[in-house]
């Protein structure tokens, strides 16, 4: 690749590649003659930056939320409603409405929507609608009966394991259905300038559709590191003979708690705006301590779901107190880090993962934790603790764009009216959303050094005040090209 510019390097203007690692970076009139060169790439002048991974999403609910309504923004229950009317009216009766993304916090009714909103425009189609995080949904009676929840449920409303109770008689995809739809997924991701996907809570179903795709195209687009359902120790085994360059089994997800905005992360004090509550904590020590014995006799990294202050606690506890192997602990999310619990991750030094774009659509988080929430997100704390920090999107919690998360990182999003102490600076963004993506899978670093793995893009710029509108025009994976935007001609 010649013509470009190198991020960090400013004489640069040609990354050489051979057998997937970056060989030579420097002037093109100072190449090494014994080099062969097989296939010159003109950037026209872009600018060649490492690959982006994102460090904790979904792929098969990603894959399956862009086939079902998106519900992100809406304003009113009144919105929502009309969404789900239409979509029966296409579907027809007696098809399963789907949908993700509203936030109660949004609506101008102020309160969370019911069943019997869903029963008014869609009583004949079993409806799911999950709220953004995931850990609330909505569903209405005929969903409800389904499930066999109607007796106990009276307004529909689901939190946590209710809402796997009612997900899980939703109608599968075939599984060629469902690689088709991850596929697509991925080809997105790559179009984003991602070249690697740490995926959370990967069911059996979801891991056999990626090996028909692998038996379908050969390697995958993407570097995949897989994190389990915990239910799945058994399966990893067998999972392990499907392994390449590109697919990799790393360990189990975990979750602790659940979320700020559905009340269910586990707090040490009361919610302000629910005081008869601290949330919730969905594992005990003991069954935690359980899985961090499994995961140190085979090897296997824990990435361990915890967002309120009490459930990150008992993670770090329970680690320190076992000597558990910190480059096998993974802590995602750490939300809510008061001096007590920062002392405690200073002192035990986990792998973290942080979701930078929770600062713009939590913003609503005074009203949860009042004084506290100065105590939320705190990326640039973590960092210069020393921990090692990669950034995520979570999607389909979060847009899986990166490039919003980078921006939010950078800007703090909606909650820099508490301060930018917590702001990222461009370069420390980029990092999390690069090297620190490596360190906490334990992986081979990459980018446009010599001797680093070529998994690379090339973006039209790299400017802070512009970074969600930044256009990827390739992306490259262990020296393969799998996006080019045709402005750069072909391949």
């Not at 990893?236 to 009340?263: F, V």
């Not at 939590?362 to 100065?374: H, I, K, Q, S, Y």
Request: net charge neutral; hydrophobic share 40%; charged share 25%.
């Amino acid at each position: 690749m010649t013509n470009c510019r190198v991020y960090g390097l400013d004489e640069a203007d040609t990354v050489a590649i051979e057998n997937g690692r970056v060989c030579y970076v420097g002037r093109w009139t100072r190449l090494d003659s014994k080099l062969v060169v097989k296939k010159v790439l003109d950037l026209q002048g872009a600018m060649v930056l490492p690959g982006l991974v994102d460090s904790h999403m979904h792929l098969q609910s990603t894959a399956l939320a862009r086939m079902g309504l998106d519900l992100r923004g809406l304003r009113s229950i009144e919105e929502l409603k009309e969404l789900v009317k239409a979509k029966a009216r296409s579907l027809g009766e007696g098809r399963w409405i789907i949908g993700r993304g509203w936030d109660q916090e949004l609506f101008r009714e102020g309160k969370l929507p019911d069943r019997m909103d869903l029963d008014e425009v869609a009583p004949k189609n079993p409806v799911l609608l999950y709220r953004v995080c995931g850990h609330i949904a909505v569903a209405n009676t005929l969903a409800l009966r389904k499930a066999g929840l109607l007796e106990t449920n009276k307004d529909g409303i689901l939190r946590e394991e209710e809402v796997g109770l009612v997900a899980k008689h939703i109608p599968k995809l075939r599984v060629e259905e469902l690689a088709e739809a991850i596929y697509e997924t991925m080809i997105e991701a790559s179009r984003l300038g991602l070249t690697s996907l740490h995926c959370m809570s990967v069911s059996k179903s979801e891991f056999e559709a990626l090996r028909v795709l692998k038996s379908r195209i050969g390697n995958l687009p993407l570097r995949l590191f897989i994190y389990f359902k915990p239910n799945l120790v058994d399966y990893m085994e067998e999972a392990r003979k499907s392994e390449d360059e590109y697919l990799k089994i790393k360990g189990l997800k975990l979750l602790t708690d659940g979320s700020l905005g559905g009340w269910t992360a586990a707090l040490t004090e009361p919610y302000i705006d629910n005081p008869s509550s601290r949330g919730v904590l969905l594992l005990s020590k003991d069954r935690l301590a359980y899985y961090m014995r499994m995961a140190e006799s085979k090897g296997f990294q824990l990435a361990v779901h915890a967002i309120g202050d009490r459930a990150i606690n008992l993670v770090l506890e329970t680690a320190s107190k076992l000597k558990f192997d910190r480059r096998l602990l993974r802590i995602e999310h750490v939300s809510l880090t008061p001096p007590e619990t920062l002392k405690l991750l200073r002192e035990y030094r986990p792998m973290v993962t942080v979701q930078p774009r929770f600062t713009v659509t939590d913003w609503w988080v005074d009203r949860r934790l009042g004084p506290r929430a100065r105590y939320v997100y705190m990326f640039k704390t973590l960092i210069a603790m020393g921990l090692k920090v990669a950034g995520g999107s979570d999607s389909p919690v979060e847009p899986l764009n990166p490039w919003l998360g980078l921006e939010a990182a950078v800007t703090r999003g909606l909650l820099a009216k508490h301060g930018l102490s917590e702001a990222l600076a461009p370069d420390e963004a980029l990092r999390i959303y690069t090297t620190g993506g490596d360190e906490v899978s334990l992986e081979m670093h990459h980018g446009p050094c010599e001797g680093l793995r070529a998994d690379l893009i090339a973006v039209d710029r790299f400017d802070p005040g512009t970074l969600s509108s930044v256009n990827v025009l390739m992306t490259m994976v262990d020296g393969r090209i799998v996006y080019i935007d045709p402005s750069l001609g072909k391949a």
